[in-house]
């Protein structure tokens, strides 16, 4: 069993938010795979489905980003899950807009949600880094994190989160190069 966090804030006023690609990544491989409905639990929404051969939990913690980690926390301690079972989708200044990259721990690079999942778990899971790109200057960045994506990047976005949900299949078997490779295929086509 593996869970799949996606990162956002909850609420209709943030739902086009670039802070909320993970959220979106995780509700179009739902969407995709048929998963069973919401259920509210561990302080966030939860749907059951399989990829493959593989079982995957989806969470969305309704914590508010900067206190993911206790949502996360509390469904790998009731599901006695490791870090390897754990895999979390965010958005990523230091990568372009609409690229997929996938990284086994590291730091928080000033990602208040990873912070408070490392806060919580220690640094050691798999992150699938959702490229938004840097606005230029650190002053700008809260704004432009917070910021919707325009009309002009939703047809790209689009593209990118059924990419992922399309080749989610390598991510759950654990073939993170096949993933990102593919992943970028698709964006090509």
Do not use: C
Not at 62 to 75: D, K, L, Q
């Amino acid at each position: 069993m593996q869970l799949w966090v996606g990162l956002g804030n909850p609420g209709p006023q943030y739902a086009m938010q670039r802070h909320n690609v993970g959220f979106m990544a995780v509700d179009t491989i739902a969407d995709v795979h048929g998963f069973g409905p919401v259920q509210k639990k561990f302080q966030g929404w939860l749907q059951e489905g399989r990829i493959g051969s593989e079982k995957i939990l989806l969470l969305k913690p309704a914590t508010f980003m900067n206190e993911s980690g206790r949502s996360v926390g509390e469904a790998m301690r009731f599901y006695k899950l490791d870090l390897s079972d754990l895999t979390v989708f965010h958005d990523e200044l230091d990568i372009a807009p609409f690229k997929v990259k996938v990284k086994q721990g590291g730091g928080h690079a000033g990602h208040n949600g990873l912070r408070s999942i490392a806060q919580h778990l220690g640094p050691d899971f798999r992150r699938v880094r959702l490229g938004i790109g840097h606005p230029g200057h650190k002053d700008r960045v809260t704004g432009y994190v917070l910021g919707n994506y325009s009309k002009a990047e939703i047809d790209p976005l689009s593209d990118m989160l059924g990419a992922i949900a399309s080749e989610a299949d390598r991510l759950a078997a654990g073939d993170h190069t096949r993933f990102m490779n593919d992943v970028a295929l698709r964006m090509q086509d």
